[in-house]
């Protein structure tokens, strides 16, 4: 069985820092593309960061500069760092798994910035 777990989400302040983690399991962790997308009340999932299986990242043009995208291997987890968040941020993170043409969602986690 598949599980993709994050965890780190909460209420942090404009200009703080936050870390997210996603811990895979069922999978070969190593063999996935993995991303971050997120979702806003009212709005359509979009896709913050991907990296990939051979390191390279990809980042949107709304986070590129503030947050960091990293994977560690040995414990199936991919990381999010966010520095400089701002209330356009707030949403539901949702991490991703991604292989030809299996895709497997975790559950998300919560990030809200506010003062």
Excluded: H
């Excluded at 069985?1 to 989400?9: I, K």
């Excluded at 979702?39 to 359509?44: L, T, Y």
């Excluded at 503030?66 to 999010?80: E, G, P």
């Excluded at 497997?104 to 986690?109: L, N």
Aim: with cysteine.
């Amino acid at each position: 069985q598949v599980q993709l777990v994050e965890s780190g989400g909460g209420l942090v302040q404009p200009g703080g820092s936050l870390r997210l983690s996603c811990r895979g399991s069922g999978i070969i962790f190593s063999s996935y593309d993995m991303g971050w997308y997120r979702q806003a009340p009212g709005k359509q999932r979009d896709l913050v960061a991907t990296i990939f299986v051979g390191g390279g990242t990809y980042y949107s043009d709304s986070v590129k500069g503030r947050f960091t995208i990293s994977r560690d291997n040995a414990k199936n987890t991919v990381y999010l760092q966010m520095n400089s968040p701002q209330p356009e941020d707030t949403a539901v993170y949702f991490c991703n798994a991604r292989i030809a043409i299996q895709n497997y969602w975790g559950q998300g986690t919560q990030v809200t910035v506010s003062s």
